[in-house]
């Protein structure tokens, strides 16, 4: 028997976002806002929307349906995940504050806060936060924001969400989380107490590779006013058209992920079975050191996944060379599946050194699993690592 319900739920309005808005025509799709500029009526009104930069209808209504999915009091919408957390860090930071950073999230973010620590803009300490112990010494100081993201990438390390933010709130900290990995349908950081989310929606929300673009979405309404206004300050804010096809890929988001998950526990039984794969990282298996936090922060284990081969590089390269529908190509979250290969790919720009300390092997493959049909994922994959076990 179906619930009834008064309301339509937040993934019915994802579906449906900004649908049968149109008073002018009726259209069905909402109309996109292009125009950089409105009307004022007269010197004395102000009009809804002025300029673009600072407000725009079309990114309005993406920004209302973000906020909604994750649970949160509004949210911005920037032009990449980078411009997200870089509006995050300006607003809630003050004077060379410190920041708490996971040792191994996305390197772009590494990038960002080692560059401005460089500056003296603030100072960072990067942890591994899915260690309890190491979450609890790095935050025995004060700190203003604590970073988190889960899991990680390429080795799928889960951070107690819960816990280090109990910690960070007791150092004084904001957390915010990057959810880009989960998507709001696998996670909702601000139930578990983060206070701000950030995500790259370049990935599962867009989720068709085609649209570079960024959110932030915060518990507070204080909090989103404040990082709303530094990210129109800071020119971070996304464009009407960028906008306007992210709502669309947005609309099948919860198809999407389902087809992504069943094709992924499809590929992660082939993967652990087959004797060229020496390891697979994947929360959703029981072997998974941290299994069962997975299981109960998220509410699926998601499509991302790496893997070891046994034979080394040559292994790799034999693995790779014959795929027929997965891509060699770094980004993850869109519908085609994705192989990565960190050591020469995402990772590159660490020393090999760096690399090995964080557990990153040349024969580690990361794994975007899309929601091809099941079947011709499978054959491909098998094939391939069929080449791999093949002898040099
Ligand atoms: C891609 C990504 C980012 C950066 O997002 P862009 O849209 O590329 O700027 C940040 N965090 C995570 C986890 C990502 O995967």
């Not at 993406?62 to 995940?81: I, P």
């Not at 085609?336 to 020393?351: D, F, Q, V, W, Y």
Request: with cysteine; net charge negative.
């Amino acid at each position: 028997m179906h619930e009834h319900r008064d309301e339509p739920s937040a993934l019915t309005n994802a579906v449906r976002a900004g649908l049968d808005s149109d008073t002018q025509y009726g259209s069905v799709v909402p109309p996109l806002y292009p125009s950089t500029n409105y009307r004022f009526a007269s010197i004395d009104e102000r009009p809804g929307f002025d300029y673009s930069r600072s407000a725009n209808p079309t990114r309005t209504m993406l920004s209302r349906t973000l906020a909604q999915l994750e649970h949160g009091a509004g949210a911005v919408v920037t032009g990449s995940g980078l411009g997200a957390i870089t509006a995050t860090v300006e607003a809630l930071l003050g004077p060379r504050g410190r920041i708490v950073a996971p040792l191994d999230c996305y390197g772009g973010t590494w990038r960002l806060l080692d560059h401005l620590a460089s500056k003296e803009r603030l100072v960072v300490d990067f942890v591994d936060l899915s260690d309890p112990d190491q979450a609890r010494r790095a935050l025995e100081k004060p700190a203003e924001i604590v970073f988190i993201e889960t899991p990680s990438n390429p080795l799928m390390h889960i951070t107690d969400i819960a816990a280090v933010s109990e910690l960070a709130h007791q150092a004084g900290a904001i957390v915010v989380a990057d959810n880009t990995f989960c998507s709001p349908l696998l996670q909702n950081p601000l139930d578990l107490g983060a206070d701000v989310v950030v995500h790259s929606t370049t990935k599962f929300i867009n989720g068709h590779s085609d649209v570079v673009g960024g959110a932030v979405i915060a518990s507070s309404a204080e909090h989103v006013e404040l990082i709303g206004h530094w990210a129109n300050a800071l020119g971070l804010t996304a464009g009407a058209w960028d906008s306007w096809l992210t709502l669309r890929g947005l609309r099948t988001i919860d198809a999407r992920i389902r087809v992504h998950q069943a094709n992924t526990a499809a590929v992660v039984d082939l993967l652990v079975k087959h004797p060229a794969v020496r390891a697979v990282h994947y929360p959703g298996l029981t072997e998974h050191p941290q299994h069962e936090l997975a299981a109960r922060q998220q509410s699926g284990f998601g499509s991302l996944l790496s893997f070891e081969l046994t034979g080394g590089i040559d292994a790799v390269r034999r693995f790779i060379d014959g795929l027929r529908c997965i891509d060699l190509a770094e980004s993850l979250g869109g519908t085609e599946s994705l192989l990565a290969h960190p050591a020469t790919m995402t990772h590159a720009g660490m020393t090999p050194q760096a690399r090995a300390a964080a557990g990153l092997s040349d024969d580690l493959l990361r794994l975007s699993v899309g929601i091809e049909p099941v079947d011709d994922l499978l054959a491909d994959l098998t094939a391939a690592l069929d080449r791999a076990a093949r002898a040099a």
